[in-house]
């Protein structure tokens, strides 16, 4: 029998065989939503009535035998970066207050296409600028594990609701790690798949050389399923790569890494990682060796420079990317009392619509790309992109995936890092490499630090379009890992009073 | 004291910049599939993308890539075989993005120039304009600025903006200084923007209709005194909205500068607004605080890699020059100047050539386009090819050559052919306007005139052949002037023992 504690497999494999419809499916989620999320706070807006409809027409679809896509009639939480047609759409920024978009991104056009059932919008920090989700203008979302805890960000909200049990599925962003991070501290499963993998026609951009949409969930096959419905070559995205979409979903299936080589990338195991995060690590390396991979020592000398350079990009790239938000056509209008001139109203709007980080970064990234400093700040940090993608490159010739731990830390409390923006921004440290590449990167939980029984994320990185490796060896870990504990991680998440 | 303008260039020496945009004609916008069309109601031709919604992405218009490559072989530049786009970042409320995707420092054509001839004192002269660089932007928006004096958004009570237009292709066409051209610089300026016209409507690219903006000149005017070697100071004057204007602009700006010099003052490194009424500029934005853009690469477009193959059939595709055409083609008709500047003037010779090349004589083709046609065209006014076209032209003259038609009775065929009331030939069976070459109806018109003029034929028979004139005419008149006059003439000597 089915529940919320279900994979998005079984759900599947339940609805194809009339065990259960998606109607019931989204009340059960929609009902799980309205038990729990006021204490988890995932969501900024919920569709009832959307979702509702999208799941009667799916089980109609059904009954009347036609052909449906594997996850048809499955729940799913969207991240609020997104637009979805008519839906209230915020990117977790008082200035589009009140915004709803007058068309679906491609993302959600695919998963509309594929039945899948859109329950609402996720928490996420403001303009996915921050690893915590404080940074949201609509109130912090509460770790499962701990509520006294940040869930990670910028995507907590959709990580939080599959911890929570109030999605099966959810779709994030990861610019820095936004997708993987989260992931980690919730003890979810998170891709971030190669860069024009999935299209950005419709994702509000953060840093349009960075962001890339991807999958969540609580297994990597679940991951692997919504991989396969929202990939793939899009006309409307010119960096979206026409290339066929790895096959992901037989990669995940696969249980098999004999002969594997896995790199250790040297620089991201050691100094300046919580003790139970290595040993967490390590264990898992010794599974996969016991699975038959080998495992190699890598070393990308210039990772170290890879956060300060990431830190000129994005914040340059989102200063030019959130200009476009001046009041005049959509969203927040502050001011306008008929005497002021645009300028002024565009000035006053921004100034209550933004937050403090996205000042920050907005501020920052103007300085970078000024002239007389450019060439120091941004053209400086694009040579150290260059070196980071190469350090990938030879490390990728002796290794066909690379391996590292998600996070320094696990799930720090909430207000503990909010006053200092250089230790927050050092939790992206083990991601920010691989936005940097364009290259894929997993997270899988790997089990719970021992000082403070909370999850623990493991980092599996394949090259460009080979992301199919990254499942194979994820899916493999995730099993031998399972099978160790005898129950899934997320049985251990505190209940939070639901039933 | 004040100087004319030949004193002005007699001590001061100009260098002229041109920098010349043009709208393309491409069906479509430059980065979404938005129309293009001129003159719709305001925010119609709008979407996610040109309007700059959130989360839309731009795609580059392939046809303006190569509409701007056609511009750029023709203009004798290298095509670059990687180039991008860049954005210009700037607040303005016509601005959807608040940046302009514009190419900056990797433009797609470099280093060509353009070959200008003029009338100067010592006869035709060649200055060959350099082209320093050809690249492709999009449009902004429209502002119409309502209440206040100055029509500009300061002291405005209120703006309408009309976002058709923007994002509509623009392709920018920037000299390098054009030094020693003395005191021509307004003919070689003219000369420029009249020969790039030409050359971009013979490449069918743009409408290139200066009144409707489809091209707008910028002439950057700077002084030094004569023999220096210097460079002065330059200004830009803007909003130069014909070829006689452009003329105009230049001198202007001459004069007021070595008017400003003379009296000691400096120049001010600034934009200028040409005064259509008066030829004068009046100063516009100040340049001496340069804005700072802070261009930086396009990150949501990928970079533009045309194929060398690709390039080189499109050269072959450029037509000849057309000065070089008009030469050509002057020859060949023997045409004298003043006609063939009419032929230019009034667009006419495309369907000239075509006319003559269908079989008809120059000098008929060029006379019945420009005489009857074009008389008729300016009744109705419409454009002389709107009403008839090379073939039924060339068809009536060759009815005319061989006798069917006298030069009035094609007239009324032409006419018949406007009416709609088809073909020359079917007209002239509609119509029944064959020339009356039947012998016997001619002789009995014939005797008729003689019987009426007893006394001329007496003098005709005596040897006064001029005197035939006035039995020809009544013969003429007799047949309402269906009758071919040679023949008459021929019959009636004959008749008369002249023959
Ligand atoms: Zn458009």
Redesign the interface.
């Known amino acids: 029998m089915t529940n919320i504690h279900s994979s998005a497999a079984e759900m599947a494999a339940a609805l194809s065989k009339n065990e259960t419809t998606s109607v019931e499916l989204t009340k059960l989620h929609l009902d799980q939503i309205s038990k729990v999320d006021g204490k988890v706070h995932a969501f900024l807006h919920v569709d009832t009535e959307g979702a509702l409809a999208q799941a009667a027409e799916v089980d109609a679809k059904r009954a009347s035998g036609e052909q449906i896509s594997p996850l048809a009639g499955v729940p799913l939480a969207l991240k609020d970066v997104?637009?979805q047609k008519g839906i209230p759409?915020t990117?977790g920024s008082k200035i589009?207050e009140g915004?709803r978009?007058?068309?679906d991104?491609t993302v959600v056009s695919k998963l509309k296409a594929a039945g899948v059932v859109i329950l609402g919008k996720t928490n996420m920090d403001e303009f996915a600028m921050g690893s915590s989700t404080e940074n949201s203008a609509y109130g912090t979302t509460q770790n499962p594990w701990d509520l006294s805890r940040i869930p990670g960000g910028s995507g907590g909200g959709s990580a939080a609701a599959l911890a929570s049990f109030q999605a099966p599925l959810a779709i994030g962003s990861d610019t820095g790690g936004s997708i993987r991070q989260p992931a980690a501290l919730t003890g979810t499963v998170g891709v971030k798949p190669t860069y024009g993998g999935v299209s950005?026609?419709?994702?509000?951009?953060y840093?349009?050389?960075l962001d890339q949409i991807g999958p969540c969930a609580r297994t990597v096959l679940d991951t692997a399923l919504l991989h396969e419905v929202i990939a793939g070559h899009d006309?409307?995205?010119?960096?979206s790569i026409n290339a066929p979409v790895p096959q992901v979903v037989a990669a995940a299936k696969k249980l098999d890494v004999k002969g594997m080589k896995i790199g250790v990338i040297k620089e991201l195991n050691g100094a300046g990682f919580q003790a139970g995060v290595i040993e967490r690590f390590n264990e898992s390396l010794d599974l996969l060796v016991a699975n038959g991979a080998e495992i190699v020592e890598v070393s990308c000398p210039n990772f170290e420079y890879a956060l300060a350079a990431y830190y000129l990009i994005a914040p340059?790239?989102a200063?030019?990317n959130l200009?476009?938000?001046?009041s005049?056509?959509?969203g927040l209008r502050v001011g306008d009392d008929g005497k002021r001139?645009?300028?002024e109203v565009?000035s006053i709007t921004r100034e209550a619509g933004f937050g403090k980080e996205v000042k920050r970064r907005i501020i920052l990234g103007?300085y970078a790309?000024?002239?007389g400093y450019?060439d120091a700040f941004?053209g400086s940090a694009q040579k150290v992109r260059t070196l980071v993608k190469q350090d990938f490159d030879a490390a990728f010739q002796m290794a066909d995936v690379l391996v590292s731990p998600v996070t320094p830390t696990t799930a720090f409390k909430i207000g503990e890092k909010s006053d200092d923006p250089v230790a927050m921004y050092l939790s992206d440290i083990a991601t920010i490499p691989v936005n940097m590449a364009g290259i894929g990167g997993m997270s899988l939980p790997c089990g719970l630090a021992a000082e403070d029984g909370l999850p623990v994320g493991f980092q599996i990185m394949s090259p460009v379009m080979q992301d199919d490796r990254m499942y194979r060896v994820g899916a493999t870990l995730e099993a031998a890992l399972v099978s160790k504990w005898g129950k899934p991680i997320l049985a251990n998440v505190p209940d939070l009073g639901g039933k | 004291m004040t100087l004319d303008y030949a004193a002005a260039v007699e001590k001061y020496e100009p260098t002229l910049g041109l920098e010349v945009h043009v709208e393309l004609n491409t069906k479509s916008k430059m980065f979404c599939s938005c129309a293009t069309e001129f003159g719709a109601q305001p925010n119609t031709q709008t979407c996610p993308v040109c309007l700059g919604l959130p989360g839309a992405l731009p795609v580059v218009n392939a046809k303006a890539i190569e509409s701007t490559i056609l511009i750029g072989l023709a203009l004798n530049c290298s095509i670059a075989p990687y180039s991008r786009f860049a954005r210009k970042n700037y607040f303005y409320p016509d601005m959807p993005k608040n940046f302009q995707t514009s190419q900056y420092d990797e433009p797609i054509c470099v280093n060509g120039y353009l070959d200008v001839e003029i009338e100067t004192d010592e006869g035709q002269k060649t200055f060959r304009v350099d082209i320093e660089r050809v690249h492709m932007e999009e449009d902004t928006g429209k502002s119409l600025h309502v209440g206040g004096s100055t029509g500009r958004i300061h002291g405005a009570e209120y703006s309408l903006l009309d976002y058709n237009r923007a994002g509509i292709p623009l392709v920018e066409i920037v000299t390098r200084i054009v030094p020693g051209t003395g005191k021509y610089a307004p003919q070689v300026a003219r000369a420029y923007v009249t020969e790039l016209r030409d050359i971009l409507r013979s490449l069918g690219v743009s409408d290139v209709k200066m009144e409707q903006g489809s091209l707008r000149c910028d002439a950057n005017v700077s002084l030094a005194p004569v023999g220096s070697g210097k460079l002065g100071t330059r200004s830009e004057t803007k909003n130069v909205n014909s070829l006689r204007s452009v003329e105009r602009a230049v001198s202007g700006e001459i004069e007021r500068q070595a008017n400003r010099l003379e009296n000691g003052e400096r120049i001010i490194q600034e934009t200028r607004h040409f005064l259509e009424e008066s030829g004068a500029t009046r100063p516009g934005r100040s340049k001496e605080q340069a804005e700072d853009y802070r261009y930086f690469p396009e990150p949501d477009l990928v970079p533009v890699t045309p194929d060398a193959k690709w390039i080189e059939e499109l050269r072959t595709r450029i037509p000849e020059k057309p000065s070089l055409r008009r030469k050509r083609l002057q020859a060949e008709w023997n045409c004298p100047d003043k006609e063939m500047e009419s032929l230019v003037n009034a667009e006419l010779l495309d369907v000239v050539e075509e006319t003559i090349k269908l079989g008809a004589e120059p000098t008929r083709a060029r006379t019945w386009w420009l005489g009857e046609i074009s008389r008729l065209a300016n009744e109705k006014e419409v454009a002389p090819t709107s009403l008839v076209n090379a073939v039924q032209v060339a068809e009536v003259i060759s009815l005319i050559v061989s006798g069917e038609l006298t030069d009035k009775l094609a007239r009324q065929v032409v006419e018949g052919v406007i009416a709609g009331e088809g073909s020359p030939a079917q007209v002239i069976e509609k119509r029944g306007l064959k020339v009356v070459s039947d012998d016997s109806a001619l002789m009995s018109a014939i005797e008729a005139a003689i019987a009426a003029q007893p006394d001329t034929a007496e003098r005709v028979r005596g040897g006064n052949i001029p005197a035939a004139g006035a039995l020809i005419g009544a013969v003429m008149k007799a047949t309402g002037g269906a009758a071919d006059a040679a023949k008459v003439r021929e019959l009636l000597l004959k008749h008369l023992g002249q023959g």
């Open positions: 997104l637009t759409t990117a589009l915004w978009p007058p068309y991104s950005r026609y419709g994702v509000i951009a840093s349009s050389s006309e409307r995205d010119s960096t340059s790239e200063s030019s200009a476009r938000f001046d005049m056509r959509y001139g645009a300028e565009m103007t790309l000024s002239s450019y941004y």
